[in-house]
T-cell receptor, first 114, second 111 residues
Framework: GAGVSQTPSNKVTEKGKYVELRCDPI?????LYWYRQSLGQGPEFLIY????????DSGLPNDRFFAVRPEGSVSTLKIQRTERGDSAVYLC????????????FGNGTRLTVT | SQQGEEDPQALSIQEGENATMNCSYK?????LQWYRQNSGRGLVHLIL?????REKHSGRLRVTLDTSKKSSSLLITASRAADTASYFC???????????FGEGTQLTVNP
């Protein structure tokens, strides 16, 4: 079956621009997560959705970052006024029910801010 | 901040040898999970061990958990060149709201 799909796979943008990153989770998975990973580091938690609502957004670094999941399926991570420090691989994952469920990751979107 | 810390940061072994990676964490957990990541790809779930379990096996993988020491180990037996990847431990807190990853161990298996 289809896994977690993230688009685009690569995004290059100029400092100050707005970007949207999309995640299509596995069908039927109620939990969806966004992580950010820099080179040589482990994934850093950003936000966790259970259904349509953000159950935990405490990992979002500042108010330039926002994520939505309006219908409980596809999610979009939005970054305003991008900065060079936002450059990283943004990973999306979904799981069947959240607690005690393994995460299924997409291949990520590599964001480069020039 | 990262909950889990893997040790060693890098490990290089010959094909056929066993590889052991360790993970330490700081707070109470609901479960601990191990993931693998090949370069340029997403993470792949390997095994989940709950806080009331002490050992779990899956194929050539063996995971132990010692909650009194807040530590876990991942053993890969009879390693293959295809096992070359980064391995991460991740802990889920009792509230279950997030999975927190460590910095990973880079494993290289030489043919």
């Amino acid at each position: 079956g289809a896994g977690v799909s993230q688009t685009p796979s690569n995004k290059v943008t100029e400092k100050g621009k707005y970007v949207e990153l999309r995640c299509d989770p596995i069908s039927g998975h109620t939990a969806l997560y966004w992580y950010r990973q820099s080179l040589g580091q482990g994934p850093e938690f950003l936000i966790y959705f259970q259904g349509t609502g953000a159950a935990d957004d405490s990992g979002l670094p500042n108010d330039r970052f926002f994520a939505v999941r309006p219908e409980g399926s596809v999610s979009t991570l939005k970054i305003q006024r991008t900065e060079r420090g936002d450059s990283a691989v943004y990973l999306c994952a979904s799981s069947l029910k959240g607690i005690n469920s393994p995460l299924h990751f997409g291949n990520g979107t590599r964001l480069t801010v020039t | 901040s990262q909950q889990g810390e893997e040790d060693p940061q890098a490990l290089s072994i010959q094909e056929g040898e066993n590889a052991t990676m360790n993970c330490s964490y700081k707070t109470s957990i609901n479960n601990l999970q191990w993931y693998r990541q090949n370069s340029g790809r997403g993470l792949v779930h390997l095994i989940l061990i709950r806080s009331n379990e002490r050992e779990k096996h899956s194929g050539r993988l063996r995971v132990t958990l010692d909650t009194s020491k807040k530590s876990s180990s991942l053993l890969i037996t009879a390693s293959r060149a295809a096992d070359t990847a980064s391995y991460f431990c991740a802990t889920e807190t009792p509230s279950g709201s997030r999975l927190t990853f460590g910095e990973g161990t880079q494993l290289t298996v030489n043919p």
